[in-house]
């Protein structure tokens, strides 16, 4: 597989392995580990799935209007 090609279709929510549109992905349950938050993909098109991998980076407190209050965890 061409990493290129790949990171290029899943930055367009497409299907890394055929270019399927997202119409044609079905997305699973969202799964937990306390670190990352995972979610398994499956591909009308081409039969194939793949594991999309989300990480925790920061807080937004968002309980005052019009103040916008980070903390980032990826320092």
Known sequence: MDKALAKE???G???PYCGAARK???YGDVENDGKE???V???FVCE???T???SFCRVILTDHPGEDFRID???
């Open 41 to 43: 993909v499956d591909c």
């Open 9 to 11: 279709r899943l930055r």
């Open 48 to 50: 194939k799935h793949f």
């Open 37 to 39: 938050v995972f979610q």
């Open 73 to 75: 965890f990826s320092d």
């Open 24 to 26: 044609d992905l079905a």
């Open 13 to 15: 929510q497409k299907c």
């Open 52 to 54: 999309e991998v989300y």
